[in-house]
């Protein structure tokens, strides 16, 4: 059991248009994109690599993310267009399409005229990557817990999300560490994107299973100890919907309550879940 993405074309143009410090919605924003590189596989044809179209194409785009955000759109357009390319790409060609489109997280971007950060290109990098695996992977992390975005959550939990897309097994350690994350909104991100690991093997799938439950369950013990604690509530409502459903796709369970969920934990915790014990 889980999470399927429905593969669409891109369309990056509704983050030009959303506000840059709305709440992300969690499941919608990553919905959109070209498929998955790491959805290509085994016995393909070999890739044309080292192409001049994609040198052009990385020059362009570098000329448009200098000019300190007068050109994102355009250079957003690109994105589009390398996003398309990556599946059709070989090694070296995604190596440096990665490479270009993580560098964009280096840079600095003015307030808008509303008085919001502009995190138009960072968000547009940042889903784009998503469906860069695993080639993204280790860049997708390092960005997420960069300094750079410690208080820019917008950005910081579509870099989270977009681990999560890559369904690379690299990406599972540093989502777990997200768990805990002071924001509820970055814990609800990395809850949503451990659900892609519906298909693991079932060991794993029980490491990823405890760590979310013990964190939900954390959570829901500080709320029951002060039930007017309006930051321990609110942090509960944010991520109980996503825990809950990942718990659902790693287990195969229709529960939605945590302590129901801690019970039948409890009791097939060893046992074979692909084989339907739920006891």
Known sequence: MRHVITAAPLALALFLAAPAQAAPSVSVELAAGAPSATQDGKGEEKKPDKRKEIKEMLSTFKGHVSKRGAEDAEAIAIIDELL??????????????????????????????????????????AISMGRMGPESVKDLAKWAEHKNFDKNYDVK???????????????????????????????????????????????????????????????????????????????????????????????????????????????????????GNDD
């Open 84 to 125: 398309q390319e990556f599946p059709e790409s070989g090694p070296k060609d995604r190596k440096a399409i990665v490479k270009e489109l993580s560098a964009c997280f280096k840079l600095k971007r003015k307030m808008t005229k509303e008085g919001l950060l502009d995190n138009k290109l960072f968000n547009a990098c």
């Open 157 to 275: 939990t579509k870099l989270v999300l977009s681990l999560g897309m890559t369904e690379d097994e690299d990406a599972i350690e540093p989502l777990i560490d997200f768990l805990p994350h002071h924001d509820a909104k970055v814990q609800a991100a990395a809850a949503e994107a451990l659900g892609h690991y519906g298909e693991l093997e079932l060991k794993k799938r029980k490491k990823i299973f405890k760590k979310v439950l013990d964190e939900l369950t954390r959570v829901k013990n500080m709320i029951d100890v002060d039930q007017v604690d309006p930051i321990e509530r609110n942090r509960y409502d944010v991520i109980a919907g996503p825990m809950l459903t990942t718990l659902q796709v790693l287990s195969g369970q229709e529960i939605r309550d945590p302590l129901k969920f801690r019970t039948w934990w409890n009791k097939n915790k060893k046992k074979d879940w692909d084989e």
